[in-house]
């Protein structure tokens, strides 16, 4: 019996480990046609009207999502849970008006900082293919990494310290 459970186990640790690789193939792929260039915006105007000025001098993440994106909705939860330590931006594409993805963000529980989309210009501008993709900047806004799809909340974390240098 307990042959068969250690064998289970193995058959699952290299199915993870097997589905991991693959996805970051796939991501890889996937982030080669983004927007590569250093940040150029300083601003943006959130859901709420305000305007929010990108702190100098501190990494920056830019994610885009949707609130039709099964994916996203995964991921949102490691989003909210950095946007409380980190400078984190979201951009919500073709996801309707204000008020719905205000509601959408109280129905799920998420604070983080929203900046609607209506109308695909960013998703555009960032050459945006598929979601969610998520962008991290250095403090002097240079790209230092790119992502589509699933972003762990380790992940995305480490990645955050790494830029903080």
Same mark, same amino acid.
Not at 16 to 28: A, C, D, E, R
Not at 65 to 88: G, H, P, V, Y
Not at 111 to 139: C, E, L, M, W
């Given at each position: 019996m307990k042959e068969k459970l250690k064998?289970?186990?193995?058959?699952?640790?290299?199915?993870?480990?097997?589905?991991?690789?693959?996805?970051?193939?796939?991501?890889?792929?996937?982030s080669g046609e983004l927007n590569k260039e250093k940040l150029q915006e300083s601003s943006f105007t959130l859901i709420d009207s305000?305007?929010? !000025? %990108?702190?100098?001098?501190?990494?920056?993440?830019?994610?885009?999502?949707?609130?039709?994106?099964?994916?996203?909705?995964? =991921?949102?939860? !490691? %989003?909210?849970?950095?946007?409380?330590?980190?400078q984190i931006i979201t951009i919500a594409v073709k996801s309707g008006n204000n008020? =719905?993805?205000?509601?959408y963000m109280d129905e799920h529980e998420l604070n983080y900082k929203v900046v609607n989309d209506k109308d695909g210009f960013y998703a555009r501008k960032f050459k945006i293919s598929a979601y969610p993709t998520t962008f991290i900047y250095d403090k002097n806004q240079e790209l230092i990494f790119s992502e589509v799809g699933y972003t762990s909340t380790v992940g995305l974390w480490l990645r955050l310290w790494l830029a903080s240098f």
């Amino acid at each position: 019996m307990k042959e068969k459970l250690k064998h289970y186990i193995k058959e699952i640790f290299l199915f993870f480990i097997f589905i991991t690789i693959v996805t970051n193939i796939l991501s890889f792929y996937r982030s080669g046609e983004l927007n590569k260039e250093k940040l150029q915006e300083s601003s943006f105007t959130l859901i709420d009207s305000t305007n929010y !000025n %990108i702190q100098k001098n501190k990494p920056i993440v830019i994610h885009f999502w949707a609130t039709w994106c099964r994916t996203c909705k995964m =991921e949102a939860s !490691n %989003i909210d849970r950095l946007s409380k330590d980190f400078q984190i931006i979201t951009i919500a594409v073709k996801s309707g008006n204000n008020d =719905e993805i205000k509601k959408y963000m109280d129905e799920h529980e998420l604070n983080y900082k929203v900046v609607n989309d209506k109308d695909g210009f960013y998703a555009r501008k960032f050459k945006i293919s598929a979601y969610p993709t998520t962008f991290i900047y250095d403090k002097n806004q240079e790209l230092i990494f790119s992502e589509v799809g699933y972003t762990s909340t380790v992940g995305l974390w480490l990645r955050l310290w790494l830029a903080s240098f």
